[in-house]
C-alpha cells in the first residue's frame, strides 16, 4: 500500500464546512451557480437562449481523448495568448477534473521512485506530499514572511541535485497570495533548463493578480519546452462546483505520458462539465468572470487590511497581491498563538471557520501562529465574518495559549 500523508487542509475544511455561518477557509471567489453562468452567457452573447437545451442534446457517450475540443481551444487561444509567446494549440491542453486532479496525473506521470522534486514552500500539500507518497526525495524550497514569502534563487541552485527532475511551483502561492514575479519565472526557467529540470507551475488561482503590475505570465509563455502548467475554473472563475481543471504544456510527450496516466484514472471527462467549462470561457463571459472577481479580490483586500490595521498589536501578514488568500500571524506576549486551538475555539464560539497554518501548510512546527483567511466571499458577509472574529479577539483571545 501506497504510504500517503493526511490531505490535511482538506480534511480541516471539509469536516468542519457543513452548517458554518462564517467561512473565511475557502480560497475561492465567491462561487456562482449554473443560473448564474447562463445569465452570464445570456447577458453576453447570443448563443444563450441555447445554454440549456445545448446541455440537453450532449451526447452521452464517452467524450474525446484528451477533453473536449471546444472546451481545449478556448483554454488554449484565451487563457494563454500572451503576444510574445508562440501561440498554444489544443494538442498542448489535456481536460481534467479539477485542478487537484490535474497535479495528481502530473506527478503521477512524471515522477517515480528515485526521482528529487525541489518544491517551493509554504504551498498547497499535494505538491510535496504526493511526490513523496509516489517514492521521490522532495526537497523545499522555502519562503520565509520576513522576506515577504519571496524566494532565494540562490537557494534554488543549491537544492538541485543530479537526480533532480521536477521544479514544483504555485503562483499565485497558496496560503499567502504572494505571485512569483516575471523575473523570477524567467530565473527559474533558467535553472531549470542548465539542468534539463521539469517545471510543473499549478496555476490555479491564475490569473487572479488583483494587486501587482505588471501581471507574472503564465510559466507555458517563457520559451522552455519542458514546462507543464496545470489550471482550473475553481478559484478565478468561482466555479468550483464544476470540477473542470487542465494540464498544459508544449512538450508532446509530457502530454502523451499525463494522457495516458488520465485514462487510467477517468478514461474521458463528464461531457456535461465540460460544456459548462466552454460556455464559462466564451468571450465575453470568461471576462466578465474575471473583472467581478477582480474588483472583489481588490475591495475585499481593503476591508482585511482594515481589520489587520485594527488588531495590529495581535496579528500583521504580508498584504498578498494574488489569490483572494492570504496568511495572517497572530501573536501574544511575542509569542505565536496556538492556531489550532485559535481556530478551534473561534469555530465553537463565532462559527467562523478558518484554516491553521501549522497543521495545514506546516508539519507542526513551521507556521505556528498562522491562519490561513479567504477573502473571497461577498463583501458584506466578509464584513460580518470579521465582525464575528473581532467580538472573538475581545472576547477570547486572552485565553488562547501560545507555542
Ligand atoms: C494551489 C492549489 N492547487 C490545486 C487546488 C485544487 O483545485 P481544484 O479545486 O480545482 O481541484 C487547490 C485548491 O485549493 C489549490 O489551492
Known amino acids: 500500500m501506497v504510504k500517503i500523508d493526511p490531505f490535511e487542509v482538506d480534511h480541516w475544511i471539509l469536516t468542519r464546512s457543513a452548517g458554518v455561518k462564517h467561512n473565511l477557509a475557502h480560497s475561492y471567489c465567491s462561487a456562482i451557480s449554473i443560473n448564474d453562468l447562463a445569465s452570464a452567457t445570456g447577458d453576453c452573447n447570443n448563443e444563450t437562449e441555447n445554454v440549456w437545451s445545448s446541455v440537453f ?45 490535474a497535479n495528481f496525473l502530473v506527478l503521477f506521470a512524471l515522477l517515480g521512485p528515485g526521482d528529487h522534486v525541489v518544491v517551493q514552500y509554504p504551498t498547497y500539500q499535494q505538491l510535496y506530499s504526493l511526490p ?40 499565485p502561492v497558496n496560503p499567502t497570495g504572494a505571485a512569483l514575479s516575471r523575473a523570477t ?24 493578480f488583483h494587486s501587482v503590475s505588471p501581471t507574472p505570465p503564465s510559466i507555458i509563455s517563457l520559451g522552455y519546452d519542458k514546462v507543464v502548467a496545470t489550471s482550473a475554473l475553481s478559484k478565478a472563475y468561482s466555479l468550483a462546483g464544476l470540477r473542470v481543471g487542465w494540464i498544459a504544456s508544449r512538450d508532446p510527450s509530457i502530454i502523451d505520458l499525463c494522457v495516458n496516466s488520465r485514462s487510467y484514472a477517468l478514461i474521458t471527462m463528464s ?57 495572517v500571524k497572530f501573536e501574544k506576549d511575542g509569542k505565536p498563538i496556538n492556531d489550532v486551538e485559535f481556530c478551534t475555539k473561534l469555530l465553537e464560539k463565532k462559527s467562523v471557520l478558518l484554516v491553521p497554518g501549522s497543521k495545514c501548510f506546516g508539519d507542526g512546527n513551521e507556521f505556528q501562529g498562522y491562519v490561513r483567511l ?28 501560545v507555542f
Open 271 to 327: 461531457r456535461v462539465d465540460e460544456h459548462l467549462a466552454s460556455l464559462a470561457l466564451s468571450p465575453p463571459t470568461v471576462q466578465h468572470l474575471l473583472d467581478r472577481n477582480n474588483t472583489l479580490s481588490k475591495r475585499n483586500l481593503q476591508v482585511v487590511q482594515d481589520f489587520i490595521n485594527q488588531h495590529s498589536s495581535t496579528c500583521q501578514w504580508v498584504q498578498p497581491v494574488g489569490a483572494p488568500i492570504g496568511f
Open 57 to 101: 442534446a450532449q451526447p452521452m457517450s464517452y467524450g474525446p481523448m484528451k477533453g473536449s475540443a471546444a472546451l481545449r481551444s478556448r483554454i488554449a487561444a484565451l487563457l494563454y495568448s500572451d503576444p510574445s509567446a508562440e501561440p498554444l494549440s489544443i494538442e498542448n491542453i489535456v481536460t481534467t477534473p479539477g485542478g487537484s486532479l
Open 132 to 171: 513523496a507518497a509516489i517514492g521521490a526525495e522532495v526537497s523545499l524550497w522555502k519562503a520565509h514572511q520576513e522576506d515577504g514569502w519571496r524566494l532565494d534563487l540562490d537557494e534554488l541552485r543549491k537544492l538541485i541535485r543530479p537526480n533532480t527532475k521536477m521544479i514544483a511551483l504555485n503562483n
Open 374 to 401: 479567504g477573502f473571497g466571499e461577498e463583501t458584506e458577509h466578509l464584513k460580518a465574518s470579521l465582525n464575528a472574529v473581532h467580538e472573538f479577539l475581545e472576547e477570547e483571545y486572552g485565553n488562547l495559549p
Open 185 to 208: 519565472l524567467e530565473e527559474i526557467v533558467k535553472i531549470a533548463r542548465e539542468h534539463s529540470i521539469i517545471i510543473l507551475s499549478d496555476e490555479v488561482y491564475y490569473p487572479l
